[in-house]
């Protein structure tokens, strides 16, 4: 017996600070259903590094010192940046939130922050970009989200010798985390002090500390104070949610789960070898191949594809945050634009099967997703099944209707013990998303 006591609290020494724990607020766990709700985002990567138009890691691609990176200081001028406008393209397609880069890996800071220098409010165009969007977004009555990265390319007191990246920077000195601990901690209390309500943080970069995804061991070579930091942000703003791309199960004071360029479930990135959990879900992706600006990749997704991957997080109970990096002189491309304005046309017509709906009715098939909300089930065929007929499994009340979504052509099924059989032949078949609605009792 004191064999196994010892070894328990042995093993509770080893448990990092953030496995301490939590139990959210009231405001926070309403936060988490409306978050659910909302289905599809957009995720704005942009600042100084916009101008070398090779997209937001270039500084570390290209092995640029920091001392010459940040001469952009002295490029970056949005002048053509009008909050109103990106609002507007975000609500045109349908999009129900945003997250907005604050701060990327190269430390450059979108805000007039006090508590550094390389910021946007020293650059030609002098102004403070996230207040704008922040007042816009209020205005709008869109909520919004910061983006927020952990680790840090050029500061001296970030803990630079053990990380992954950034090691080409030039820097000489010696990491201090409790100094870049208290400057996190600031600048995150400016955030969520002086720009209106903050509807999450969205925070990045701590696999820069840890083995690469996929290794058996991807603990963190540094302690990041989590349960300092988060629940600084949850005493400033209760209802605020916390998510964090590590890649990895979510840490105690987390309010919801991202993957990165996959679906949960799915690996196709290789960074997600984590699982889905119970909380609410959210994956993020580009619309070429580059989160930043990058004035050569054509390399743009098509619009059904787009929609589709919408739909299939939908089936799995995941938000979508569909990303656009604008130039740097503050406009959005119109490759993005266009592509924005026709997935906004198809949620017009459709947007009853996503938003609000909540996924994992049953498994994802190779033909589709299920989605539901209330009384009715949206069944999303996106691949012309082999067979004459679908198999749905997880509708527990009795089935009264079944037709096409705004259509409302009659559809014939069969409901049985083992499931619902729905016979395809006389679908009105459509290229992007074929849309059955099952009423229910």
């Not at 997704?301 to 569909?322: E, P």
């Not at 994802?364 to 009384?375: A, D, E, I, L, Y």
């Not at 729905?422 to 229910?440: A, C, F, H, R, S």
Request: net charge neutral; glycine share 8%; hydrophobic share 35%.
């Amino acid at each position: 017996m004191k064999l196994v006591t010892f070894f328990f609290f042995a093993c509770l020494l080893q448990l990092p600070a953030t496995a301490q724990s939590y139990t959210p607020a009231p405001e926070n766990l309403a936060a988490r259903q409306q978050f659910q709700d909302l289905k599809f985002g957009m995720f704005i990567h942009w600042g100084a590094f916009s101008v070398l138009g090779e997209g937001e890691w270039v500084m570390n691609e290209r092995k640029i010192r920091i001392q010459d990176y940040k001469r952009l200081l002295g490029f970056f001028n949005p002048i053509d940046f009008d909050a109103a406008r990106w609002v507007a393209a975000a609500k045109n397609a349908g999009m129900q939130y945003i997250t907005f880069i604050t701060r990327h890996h190269d430390g450059f800071s979108n805000w007039d922050t006090k508590a550094s220098d390389w910021k946007i409010t020293n650059t030609p165009y002098g102004k403070d970009a996230f207040k704008q969007l922040a007042d816009e977004c209020h205005r709008q009555e869109m909520p919004l989200f910061v983006y927020y990265s952990l680790l840090d390319w050029g500061r001296e007191d970030y803990p630079h010798e053990t990380g992954r990246t950034g090691q080409t920077a030039g820097r000489t000195g010696k990491g201090n985390y409790t100094a870049y601990l208290q400057f996190m901690k600031d600048q995150l209390t400016e955030l969520l002090t002086n720009y209106g309500a903050i509807a999450g943080v969205w925070f990045d970069g701590h696999w820069d500390q840890t083995a690469p995804e996929g290794a058996a061991d991807r603990s963190s070579r540094i302690d990041w104070h989590y349960d300092e930091i988060y629940s600084l942000i949850h005493r400033l703003q209760p209802q605020c949610l916390i998510g964090n791309n590590h890649h990895l199960t979510p840490f105690a004071g987390e309010d919801f789960q991202m993957f990165e360029r996959d679906l949960p479930g799915e690996n196709k990135s290789g960074l997600s070898f984590q699982q889905a959990s119970q909380l609410p879900l959210e994956t993020c992706e580009t619309m070429n191949d580059s989160w930043g600006f990058n004035i050569s990749d054509r390399k743009y997704k098509s619009t059904k594809r787009l929609i589709q991957y919408l739909v299939s997080a939908a089936g799995r109970n995941a938000n979508f945050l569909l990303n656009i990096g604008p130039m740097p002189n503050g406009k959005i491309q119109p490759e993005f634009t266009d592509t924005l304005q026709a997935m906004g046309q198809w949620l017009k017509q459709n947007g009853q099967s996503i938003y609000g709906t909540r996924g994992n009715i049953m498994s994802p098939q190779n033909w589709g997703v299920v989605t539901s909300k209330g009384k009715s089930v949206y069944v999303h065929i996106l691949n012309k099944p082999g067979a004459s007929y679908i198999i749905i499994t997880g509708i527990k009340n009795k089935v009264t209707g079944s037709a096409m979504l705004n259509t409302g052509k009659a559809v014939r099924i069969s409901q049985q013990h083992g499931g619902l059989f729905l016979y395809t032949d006389g679908l009105e078949w459509n290229d992007i998303d074929t849309i059955v609605e099952l009423k229910t009792e």
